[in-house]
């Protein structure tokens, strides 16, 4: 059973930044591809940002341009680099490991609330 820890979150204007992060444990972190995911008030979770073990990465279209994820395998860890927010990028976002955008982690961490405001 994964256990994922995220962090990071808080509450900016429009166009600030934030940094998440994701402590990963109970797996072999550098042999899992990972994901960020976000939850809207209302609405179902969506894939937001995948990185490979390998370190490729792809992002949904509503974020391209504006977020980075990134890794680093000696500290269990996955970020998430938020630029230029928008309003709409407020909800919780989550970390998961994942194989093709489908969560694999047996369950979800309690994920970290992003607050944007115009």
């Known amino acids: 059973q994964v256990h994922l820890v995220e962090s990071g979150g808080g509450s900016v204007q429009t166009g600030g930044s934030l940094r998440l992060s994701c402590v990963v444990s109970?797996?072999?972190?550098?042999?899992?591809?990972m994901g960020w995911y976000r939850q809207a008030p209302g609405k179902e979770r969506e894939l937001i940002a995948t990185i490979t073990t390998g370190g490729t990465t792809a992002y949904a279209e509503s974020v391209k341009g504006r977020f980075t994820i990134s890794r680093d395998n000696a500290k269990n860890t996955v970020y998430l680099q938020m630029n230029s927010l928008k309003v709409e990028d407020a909800a919780i976002y989550y970390c998961?490991?994942?194989?093709?955008?489908?969560?694999?982690?047996?369950?979800w961490g309690q994920g970290t609330q992003v607050t944007v405001s115009s």
């Open positions: 109970g797996s072999i972190f550098s042999l899992k591809h």
């Open positions: 998961n490991t994942q194989i093709g955008g489908r969560p694999t982690g047996g369950s």
